[in-house]
T-cell receptor, first 114, second 116 residues
């Protein structure tokens, strides 16, 4: 079945460690996105990519990094520079670069910093 | 700047009651798109509807209906005869269709609890 796969679903990290969250899609979508969700805060955009080898910062990019070497993959690295990384992370994709169509979401990755 | 406000943080209703989730948006663009998403306990957001700024017709899909009013910048969502399976967090979102990519901006969500 087509869709977006995020892994791992749950992740624990010690302070000072970098972690990478995986996002893979087999929908042949051009655009991919990373959102962060905190209780009562809704979804906030971290990074997005419209095409391979290109990406833009969202509203809260500090302390995060991404790459888009393949159309189907958009991994997110949470670096030690991110001061409050404990959150629920959602990856999404859309058919075109302009989000006039719907976003398709993965099931999310919950990161907890110990 | 674009903004979406969902003033209702949490709503609880008894099964079979009707419930309306409010969404107010701000944008300077004349062309924009509005969305509603549902987030069940599993965490994955599920697309419910998209409406462009030139189409103010209300829409009904089964027990769901949407009321888009440009005069009040609102895009409210009503669930008729609510069911326990409707319990979820619901997000309203906005996208401006100007040149350049403008990813969706989400409201903070409304948590709906339907009690049997």
């Amino acid at each position: 079945d087509g869709g977006i796969t995020q892994s791992p679903k749950y992740l624990f990290r010690k302070e000072g460690q970098n972690v990478t969250l995986s996002c893979e899609q087999n929908l042949n979508h051009d655009a991919m996105y990373w959102y962060r969700q905190d209780p009562g805060q809704g979804l906030r955009l971290i990074y997005y990519s419209q095409i391979v080898n290109d990406f833009q910062k969202g509203d809260i990019a500090e302390g995060y990094s991404v790459s888009r070497e393949k159309k189907e993959s958009f991994p997110l690295t949470v670096t030690s520079a991110q001061k409050n990384p404990t959150a629920f992370y959602l990856c999404a994709s859309s058919i075109g670069g302009l989000p006039t169509g719907e976003l398709f979401f993965g099931e999310g990755s919950r990161l907890t910093v110990l | 700047a674009q903004k979406v406000t969902q003033a209702q943080t949490e709503i609880s209703v008894v099964e079979k009651e009707d419930v309306t989730l409010d969404c107010v948006y701000e944008t300077r663009d004349t062309t924009y798109y509005l969305f509603w998403y549902k987030q069940p306990p599993s965490g994955e957001l599920v697309f419910l509807i998209r409406r462009n700024s030139f189409d103010e017709q209300n829409e009904i899909s089964g027990r769901y209906s949407w009321n888009f009013q440009k005069s009040t910048s609102s895009f409210n969502f009503t669930i008729t005869a609510s069911q326990v399976v409707d319990s979820a967090v619901y997000f309203c979102a906005l996208s401006e269709a100007r040149s350049g990519n403008t990813p969706l901006v989400f409201g903070k969500g409304t948590r709906l609890s339907v009690i049997a």
